[in-house]
């Protein structure tokens, strides 16, 4: 589990230098770090870390739910002394419920994430790595590349460079796909 500590303090995946200021979220002129995570066991994702607030650990049972909301909206939480909805990020985005892929859990990773002044929590599977790609060499999702719920919440993928053969280019592990958080942030109308 990755906290927000450990984010303030952790290297780059290629084994660059540490971060913890803002300013340093920006590596090239257009590099940027990311945060990887599961959405769902076999569903990849990178997050902007110029978005991410936190990355909690949170009890089940602290998220106070709220009725006639939609689905995906789990209820709201505690933040930094301020009420902020959780959300199901899977759900969200045509995938199955979290706690109904995993009913014995009692603590869920939570990405607090922040668009304006909007902050949100999405519930994710589990952290994985800081990483550094360039957005704009995110390659175009495709209509059969994933689902159509969710290909409208992402800005593109990326092959993980340590995945890919350096004779023919083949994709053998692991593919990003890059969270857009202004369309999830449009989408949900909190």
Excluded: H
């Amino acid at each position: 589990m990755v906290s927000a500590i450990q984010l303030a303090n952790a290297p780059d995946k290629p084994g660059g230098q540490a971060f913890g200021r803002s300013a340093d979220l920006k590596i090239g002129a257009t590099e940027e770090r990311f945060l990887g995570f599961s959405i769902q066991p076999d569903t990849q994702a990178l997050l902007s870390l110029s978005n991410l607030q936190g990355a909690i650990e949170l009890p089940i049972n602290e998220i106070l739910p709220v009725p006639q909301m939609a689905p995906y909206l789990l209820g709201i939480v505690n933040w930094r002394g301020k009420s902020t909805w959780v959300a199901d990020l899977a759900q969200f985005m045509g995938g199955e419920y979290y706690i109904q892929r995993c009913p014995q859990v009692t603590k869920a990773t939570v990405l607090m994430v922040q668009v304006g002044s909007t902050t949100i929590g999405l519930m994710v599977d589990r952290t994985i790595s800081v990483t550094t790609y360039d957005p704009a060499l995110a390659i175009p999702i495709n209509d059969n590349f994933v689902a159509a719920k969710m290909r409208r919440f992402l800005g593109g993928y990326f092959l993980d460079p340590a995945d890919l053969t350096s004779t023919n280019q083949t994709q053998t592990g692991r593919t990003w796909l890059l969270i857009d958080l202004p369309r999830i942030f449009q989408a949900m109308n909190l």
